[in-house]
T-cell receptor, first 116, second 117 residues
């Protein structure tokens, strides 16, 4: 298996632009998680989906952030408009029966976002 | 609310010496505990987990962790450190499914392990 796939790996954009991050979870996994990692705040869970349905979005910072999971093999995290404080590494992770089980999460390589 | 604490920002050990990375937790109900490792410019990788059973849990790369209920700790250990073990280590606890919580993982702030030759 190729593991969790994220694209792009690096994104540099200007303040005010729309940014879309993409994630393909491991085939067969039915839970998907979006995290943000910064030096100041550490690793933060933004949102997670179970069977394509958002279960917990309490970590989404504000209305500028939105996430979708139209099918079991694809998810997007969109920031519109982007701001410099959004600069971070964004990770996608997937697991099988994540929310109600004890299975480990598998992380993608991350997208390093820089907003100028 | 569930929480996990890693009291050390950094741990330094010499290669060949035993290492310990500390983690304490606070949960309501039974704890489900995890350790992850992050190498530079990589995503987190699962090392081991405690769900139930033996208090000493063995995981990947020779790591193990000891669950101590009375001390509410889940310290990560390795008998002999390698330079290649140098990385950022995260302890995590699964959020409770009661009281409206959703069972997500709650991560500690991470501990940087530096193993010197």
């Amino acid at each position: 298996d190729a593991g969790v796939i994220q694209s792009p790996r690096h994104e540099v954009t200007e303040m005010g632009q729309e940014v879309t991050l993409r994630c393909k979870p491991i085939s067969g996994h039915n839970s998907l998680f979006w995290y943000r990692q910064t030096m100041m705040r550490g690793l933060e869970l933004l949102i997670y989906f179970n069977n394509n349905v958002p279960i917990d979005d309490s970590g989404m910072p504000e209305d500028r952030f939105s996430a979708k999971m139209p099918n079991a093999s694809f998810s997007t995290l969109k920031i519109q408009p982007s701001e410099p404080r959004d600069s971070a590494v964004y990770f996608c992770a997937s697991s099988s029966r994540g929310g109600v089980s004890y299975n480990e999460q598998f992380f993608g390589p991350g997208t390093r976002l820089t907003v100028l | 609310a569930q929480s996990v604490a890693q009291p050390e920002d950094q741990v330094n050990v010499a290669e060949g010496n035993p290492l310990t990375v500390k983690c304490t937790y606070s949960v309501s109900g039974n704890p489900y505990l995890f350790w992850y490792v992050q190498y530079p410019n990589r995503g987190l990788q699962f090392l081991l987990k405690y769900i139930t059973g033996d208090n000493l849990v063995k995981g990947s790369y020779g790591f193990e962790a000891e669950f101590n209920k009375s001390q509410t700790s889940f310290h990560l250990k390795k008998p002999s450190a390698l330079v290649s073990d140098s990385a950022l280590y995260f302890c995590a606890v699964r959020d409770s499914m009661i009281s409206g919580n959703t069972g997500k993982l709650i991560f500690g702030q991470g501990t940087t392990l530096q193993v010197k030759p």
